[in-house]
């Protein structure tokens, strides 16, 4: 069977436009896609910002389709670039009512999300459609469309009420995000009635547009084999777990890969000191240059560690805020963080950062740069996440010699081996893992780690095991190629 020619479809692809791990895997499966001999080509709204970012690395742009779509009071614009760095198209949804903004992909800059995001996504959704179904007057149209989460759900709905169609699969990155919203707003949608039903896209009342992926498409895939587990109980199911249940021959955990273009200490641009495992030492540089960027006391010998990620919950902040006091007053450590969120988190850190000058250290809001550098020069990362659907700081950390510090769910079980006597012995140990999402099974796993640290020759064998770790899109590419022929079989 020859390659498929895939539509990915996505709310954000990094460099564009990014606000989390969507945006990395949107950026790099369809490279890797790509380098597979796979067709395929990127769709993302044409936000302001993701228009700017284009401007600014002086790509080009052109309109290769103008479409009249229902319920927008324009008619809206397919416009074609490549994403920096690649040959892959990218093709813009330009409809300057729903996405020629200031903010965020989903919001403004200062929090919540836009009222209109269900207009917004709809519209998006309807333009995948007719681009799938070869309605656009394009000369290329798509045997499988790939979405991914909540904005792009409806497009795999839409798309099962045509015959014929292209094979459709859906990839939850986070269900804890569904695109919910009222009977009144479905109705101001204009969409076919019987999607308001149990066996439809009704929600307990609401309207739930990562629904439509689930209960629609041809193949369900998420980001590694341990969520694919966790989402089919009621801890981790948001009440889609009899749903998720019900498909599960349908439903595949494929691990996100790390796009090692971007994330390789030997050739970071981010970072003042390029490294690997034959010139280690210049880690250390790095870890001098972070602690004077941050303004941490400058010593090489106290472990650093590091933590990066949005002030949530989720996340786990408060479970290292609690932890750190006890901490901070039986270890000599230090703590770097970049992230934004939770005002509450962010005066939490604010307060620990003031009561610890030299030793605590926060900057909030996101800079890949600083992101980097973190990961370059901490010693130690810090991931204590409630849940976590893949994760991609502990494979970055890896490949940098920065040793993980995980709790134990979701995509974290998949990448990080705990050091425990038997996986040392092995020589495959390259974390710790702690199995509660609890301050004290986190500072458990943290003091097991500096322990560690105190001893160069322990410490020497975690870090080189982990930067010796293949997390690349490849495999997982691979995988996902099977995944489109499976649906394409199913469609069938």
Known sequence: MSNPRVLFVSSEAHPLVKTGGLADVAGALPVALKALRCDVRIMIPAYKSALARIQSVMQDVKEIAVLDIEQADAPVRLLETRLPGSSVRVWLVDSPAHFDRDGGPYGPTGGGDWPDNAQRFALFSRVAVAVAQGEAGLDWQPTVVHCNDWQSGLVPALLSRRTPRPATVFTIHNLSYQGLFSWETFQSLALPQD?????????????????????????????????????????????????????????????NGADYRQWNPTRDAYIPYPYNTYNFADKQRNKTALQARMGLAQNASVPLLGMIGRLVEQKGFDLLLDALPELLRTHDLQLAVLGSGDPALEERLRAAARAHPGRVAAQFGYSEELAHQIEAGADIFVMPSRFEPCGLNQIYSLRYGTVPVVHRTGGLVNTVVDATPEALRAGVATGFVFNEPSPAALASALTRALASYASPRMWKLLTFQGMQQDFSWRRSAQQYLSLYRQAIQTCA
């Open 195 to 255: 999607l308001w039903s149990m066996h439809g896209m009704e929600y307990f009342g609401n309207f739930s547009f990562i629904k439509g992926g689930l209960v629609y498409s041809d193949m369900l895939s998420t980001v590694s084999p341990q969520y694919a587990k966790e989402i089919t109980t009621p801890q981790f199911g948001y009440g889609l777990e009899e749903l998720l249940r019900h498909r599960g021959d349908r439903l595949v955990g494929i691990l």
